[in-house]
T-cell receptor, first 115, second 117 residues
Framework: AQSVTQLDSHVSVSEGTPVLLRCNYS??????LFWYVQHPNKGLQLLLK??????LVKGINGFEAEFKKSETSFHLTKPSAHMSDAAEYFC?????????????FGAGTRLAVHP | DTGVSQNPRHKITKRGQNVTFRCDPI?????LYWYRQTLGQGPEFLTY????????KSRLLSDRFSAERPKGSFSTLEIQRTEQGDSAMYLC???????????????FGNGTRLTVT
């Protein structure tokens, strides 16, 4: 079975500083990996996805993630945090099961951005 | 694209009552998913539909839960005899799966927050 582990439940950064949200995955084969963001009282929004193409994936709002097979990691980064980035972030692995892709979510990392 | 719509946004009910939630997916999407998210956790898969057929149900979906998608468009999720442990955010998502694209991203609604008192 596939799984993801988000290494930090809370991350706090100052506006304008870099963001690093860490994620490790467990998969028996080449996985599809995603990052979703959830703002308060809002639905989940796809930030980016990795599907065995380029290992460095660029997403929306300046976020990117790098797939590192040797480290089984898929960390999310952004060079400069903005106040509007404060939200809950979920690392997700897709498990192919019975003809559909079941998303398996990590527990989430809450990002706080301070002025 | 009006996105995935869920109603109601919030539902407060007393233990033992039945509740029903509705999800309207993106119109051309053939797959519809239900997830449950409890406080401090990531969403967990409950069930999914390919058009009107319910093809997979999680073991999290007890006999008190039933989901339907009668015409392959909107879906309902009913919980009978609610328990306090059912309190959670219920998320609906949809996607368009084709033979050429079997890994389409899911588009999520804003969810229905259920509180059982």
């Amino acid at each position: 079975a596939q799984s993801v582990t988000q290494l930090d439940s809370h991350v706090s950064v100052s506006e304008g500083t870099p963001v690093l949200l860490r994620c490790n995955y467990s998969s028996s084969y080449s996985p599809s990996l995603f990052w979703y963001v959830q703002h308060p009282n809002k639905g989940l929004q796809l930030l980016l996805k990795y599907t065995s193409a380029a290992t460095l994936v660029k997403g929306i709002n300046g976020f990117e993630a790098e797939f590192k097979k040797s480290e089984t990691s898929f960390h999310l980064t952004k060079p400069s945090a903005h106040m509007s980035d404060a939200a809950e972030y979920f690392c997700v692995v897709s498990e192919r099961s019975g003809g559909y892709n079941k998303l398996i979510f990590g527990a989430g990392t809450r990002l706080a951005v301070h002025p | 694209d009006t996105g995935v719509s869920q109603n109601p946004r919030h539902k407060i009910t007393k233990r033992g009552q039945n509740v029903t939630f509705r999800c309207d997916p993106i119109s051309e999407h053939n797959r519809l998913y239900w997830y449950r998210q409890t406080l401090g956790q990531g969403p967990e898969f409950l069930t999914y539909f390919q058009n009107e057929a319910q093809l997979e149900k999680s073991r999290l979906l007890s006999d008190r839960f039933s989901a339907e998608r009668p015409k392959g468009s909107f879906s309902t999720l009913e919980i009978q005899r609610t328990e306090q442990g059912d309190s959670a955010m219920y998320l609906c998502a949809s996607s368009l799966e084709t033979s050429l694209n079997t890994n389409s991203p899911l588009h999520f609604g804003n969810g229905t927050r259920l509180t059982v008192t």
